[in-house]
């Protein structure tokens, strides 16, 4: 299905945007920060497939340069070593701004979201480019709406252990805000929901890929807490189809992104026991801090606006992201087993 955890699911050359198919389109020069990431890198894939030119921005804190490798030597691809929080100059006409340490074990004590996305705006209002935050459902915090709709404003820990996080995407998306009413920059924002695929990284703590490395190599399925706490997966096709059509597209936001099936953990263990291997046992652990009870998008105004809808359900996304971490974890050598 994917070769270096690179997908297949193809969509057609300038299948979304201003341009019709079957039109010549001028390439764009976007710049992808986070771009050797999990999402950023399957982003670049598409950007790449349609004929733009990419310039990756990464410090490889938790990104690997395997995941952009297959571009290297194209001349329309770039790999910049660089951390987002020190100034960048440039000149594109788009920015995804990814950058970001993602996963609670990462993300604690780092000035990028704040320091790294007012650098972003200040290079977006100078040339002129459209800007693109991938914000986070993490900004309606432990959530007292069910399910959270855009106008929902949050209920968020100003001093926890993830307010680093939740706050700093807060505060990414009031500068966003600020630069597109004061300065006039063309702005966008997603706020995506707990996505998955080829490529995550493979101990940065997440979930469903800590479940699906635990079941391959044997070991427990780690709950945190009762395991009753809900999230709504999403296979990250469908999330880099939705940033496409939001940057391409003619609103602002914010918009959620994600998949509206809602598992509670004890239910997405199964679906991994499923997967992988029905025997695998589960083992219960005390949650983490502040730890949202329930999480799920309502997705509404992408359907009107963006027209987009996820096509991937969590029972078919899995397998591709076995395949690719099966091979990651055990090597070449493995084909079939594991
Ligand atoms: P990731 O960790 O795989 O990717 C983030 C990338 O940013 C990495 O390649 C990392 O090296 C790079 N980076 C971090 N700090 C940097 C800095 N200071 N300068 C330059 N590069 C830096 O995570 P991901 O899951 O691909 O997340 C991408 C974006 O999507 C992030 O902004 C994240 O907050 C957002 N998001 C992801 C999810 C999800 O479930 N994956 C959910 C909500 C929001
Ligand atoms: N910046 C950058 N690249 C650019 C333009 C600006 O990294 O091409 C940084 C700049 O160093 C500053 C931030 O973006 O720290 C905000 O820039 P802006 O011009 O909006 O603010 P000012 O410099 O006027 O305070
Ligand atoms: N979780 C779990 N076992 C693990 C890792 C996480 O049960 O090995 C739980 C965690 O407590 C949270 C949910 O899974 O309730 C999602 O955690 P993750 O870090 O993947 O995403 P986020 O909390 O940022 O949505």
New binding site residues.
């Given amino acids: 299905v994917y070769h270096n955890g690179h997908l297949a699911t193809g969509f057609g050359i300038n299948s979304v945007g201003k341009i019709p198919l079957g039109l010549k389109r001028k390439g764009l020069r976007i710049l992808v ?8 890198s399957h982003l670049v894939d598409r950007l790449m497939s349609r004929g733009d030119s990419v310039i990756v ?7 690997r340069k395997e995941n952009v490798m297959h571009h290297f030597g194209n001349p329309r691809f770039e790999l910049i070593r ?4 020190e100034p960048l100059l440039l000149e594109v006409d788009q920015i995804y701004h ?6 609670p074990v ?1 993300y604690k004590h ?1 000035p ?1 979201n704040v320091v ?1 996305t007012l650098n972003m705006l200040g290079l977006a209002k100078r040339v002129g480019a459209r800007f693109l935050l ?5 900004v309606y915090g432990d959530p007292l709406q069910h399910p959270q709709v855009e106008t929902y404003w949050g209920n968020v820990n100003p001093i926890g252990v993830r307010s680093c996080y939740d706050e700093g ?1 807060r505060t990414a998306e009031t500068l966003t805000m600020d630069y597109h009413r004061g300065a006039s920059v063309e702005v966008r924002i997603a706020r ?5 695929g080829p490529r ?2 493979i101990d ?1 703590g ?1 979930v469903v890929s800590n479940f699906v490395a635990q079941a391959l190599r044997k070991e427990p399925l780690t709950v945190y807490g009762d395991g009753k706490q809900t999230r709504s997966f999403q296979f990250v096709s469908d999330l880099v189809e939705g940033l496409i059509r939001l940057m391409e597209g003619e609103h602002v936001g914010p918009f959620n992104l994600g998949n509206p099936g809602e598992f509670t953990m004890l239910e997405l263990a199964k679906v991994v026991q499923d997967t992988i291997d029905s025997s695998a046992k589960i083992e219960f652990r005390p949650n983490t801090e502040d730890d949202p009870h329930k999480r799920k998008p309502d997705i509404t105004k992408a359907k009107e606006k963006l027209g987009w809808e996820p096509k991937v359900s969590l029972r078919e996304g899995l397998p591709m992201m076995v395949s690719d971490f099966r091979q990651r974890i055990f090597g070449d050598h493995v084909e079939n087993g594991g």
Avoid at 134 to 138: A, D, H, I, K
């Fill in positions: 920060t986070g771009g050797a990431g999990f999402v950023g921005v990464d410090n490889l804190f938790t990104g660089h951390d987002v929080v990814l950058a970001c340490p993602a996963s990462h780092n990028t790294g991938t914000s986070t459902s993490e995407k995506i929901f707990n996505t998955y995550m990284c940065d997440r």
